[in-house]
């Protein structure tokens, strides 16, 4: 598996819309369906990237944390599906469900939005404040598959109680690393 960074879009940026399909509901949702009141987080992920597999847990726990607390959030998958099949809409729901994942999983079908969001690996977060500008983007935290560090989603969660006690976060970011999104040709 090759490792691939974050691009690390410039904090500031507004948050870029989409219209994509919600692969649990069957319906089409925009930025401002998922919108939270403190902050919107959104989550590049895949169902088969090892790297997911092993946050998948943690990125549950922080959704469930921070959404009775006023955040929004989505997961969106952007993967090429006629070279992974694995990673298409009936197999996103079946992972959405099996995970129980308390997020909108979103299908990016032209994968258009990964480019918008300067997405480059799976998992790749971002945080957007309650003025739709990015203040974080990059790691949940320092775990990754076979590294023996625990699970805590710090890095996101810190950025989080940042935004809800209405402090300014912290501009020393890591970059997510994970497998790359897996580009059309």
């Not at 919108?35 to 549950?60: A, Q, R, S, W």
């Not at 989603?153 to 501009?171: F, H, I, Q, T, W």
Request: hydrophobic share 35%.
């Amino acid at each position: 598996m090759a490792l691939t960074p974050s691009n690390m879009l410039p904090l500031g940026t507004k948050a870029p819309d989409f219209f994509l399909l919600d692969t649990v509901t069957e319906n089409r949702m925009n930025f401002t369906d998922i919108k939270g009141e403190y902050g919107t987080v959104v989550m590049f992920i895949c169902n088969h990237c090892p790297f997911v597999i092993h946050v998948n847990d943690e990125l549950v726990r922080v959704a469930n944390d921070y959404r009775v607390a006023g955040f929004g959030f989505v997961a969106i998958s952007s993967n090429d599906i006629e070279n992974y099949p694995q990673d298409g809409p009936n197999f996103m729901k079946e992972v959405a469900d099996r995970e129980n994942y308390p997020f909108p999983y979103l299908y990016d079908e032209t994968q258009e939005v990964a480019r918008n969001y300067d997405a480059a690996c799976t998992p790749d977060i971002y945080v957007f404040d309650r003025n739709e500008k990015l203040v974080y983007r990059g790691q949940l935290d320092d775990s990754r598959p076979g590294n023996g560090i625990p699970l805590t989603g710090r890095s996101l969660r810190e950025a989080l109680d940042a935004l809800l006690g209405n402090k300014v976060v912290s501009p020393e970011q890591k970059p997510s690393i994970g497998c790359n999104i897996k580009w059309k040709k």
